[in-house]
Nanobody, 118 residues
Framework: QVQLVESGGGSVQAGGSLKLSCVAS????????MAWYRQAPGKERDLVSN???????TYAASVKGRFTISRDNAKYTLTLQMNSLKTEDTAVYYC????????????WGQGTQVTVSS
């Protein structure tokens, strides 16, 4: 079955860095666009960044220039390097499979908590 397992979250001070990882299984990772979402307390889940099969990336305006998404198809791993973290980046971060041919959507992992303090 499809599994997405996020890790790498933690508590950091503003200005710090974290690197999130998502290990995927149960589908052909290299055939599917992938994304990171986040959900802050009391708010909806929002798209942070996505990456196409060919490695084309997009970012939310709030993280552009600070976050970098990447993928390792051989290791079935999606990463999110987060630098210059701000308190407003505090949220649970989830990786997700985006729409594509034979790509199973609507699967979520348990998420990983990122807490940024001032």
């Amino acid at each position: 079955q499809v599994q997405l397992v996020e890790s790498g979250g933690g508590s950091v001070q503003a200005g710090g860095s974290l690197k999130l990882s998502c290990v995927a299984s149960g589908f052909v990772f290299g055939n599917c666009p992938m994304a990171w979402y986040r959900q802050a307390p009391g708010k909806e889940r929002d798209l942070v960044s996505n990456i196409s099969i060919g490695g084309i990336t997009t970012y939310a305006a709030s993280v552009k220039g600070r976050f970098t998404i990447s993928r390792d198809n051989a290791k079935y791993t999606l990463t999110l390097q987060m630098n210059s973290l701000k308190t407003e980046d505090t949220a649970v971060y989830y990786c997700a499979i985006e729409r594509g041919i034979y790509c199973p959507i609507n699967h979520w992992g348990q998420g990983t908590q990122v807490t940024v303090s001032s």
